[in-house]
């Protein structure tokens, strides 16, 4: 199985920057993408960013310009750091990841257990 841990939540006033970090481990082959989700009270879990194996990425439009995901291929780890922080960020963050695991032939999703983002006003 492949295990991912988030970090790097905490609260933060408006205006400010946090980093999240997401390690995976496991007997992982490859990594096709891996992302952010996140999940506000009473809304939908909604699509943050992800990062392809080509380096392709992809915004939600909320925070285009604000956020920036990126890699560390040789630590199997990926970041999302995030600028400009408003109240309207509040969620918890759920790292996601799409994996080829050694000695298996078909890809497999994981989630993270989530990290919590506050932003104050």
């Known amino acids: 199985q492949v295990q991912l841990v988030e970090s790097g939540g905490g609260l933060v006033q408006a205006g400010g920057s946090l980093r999240l970090s997401c390690a995976a481990s496991g007997s992982i082959n490859s990594i096709n993408f891996m992302g952010w989700y996140r999940q506000a009270p009473g809304k939908q879990r909604e699509l943050v960013a992800v990062i392809s194996r080509d380096t392709i990425t992809t915004y939600a439009d909320s925070v285009k310009g604000r956020f920036t995901i990126s890699r560390d291929n040789a630590k199997n780890t990926v970041y999302l750091q995030m600028n400009s922080l408003k109240p309207e960020d509040t969620a918890v963050y759920y790292c996601?990841?799409?994996?080829?695991?050694?000695?298996?032939?078909?890809?497999?999703?994981?989630w993270g257990q989530g990290t919590q983002v506050t932003v104050s006003t």
């Open positions: 996601h990841g799409n994996f080829l695991r050694v000695g298996v032939y078909r890809a497999e999703s994981y």
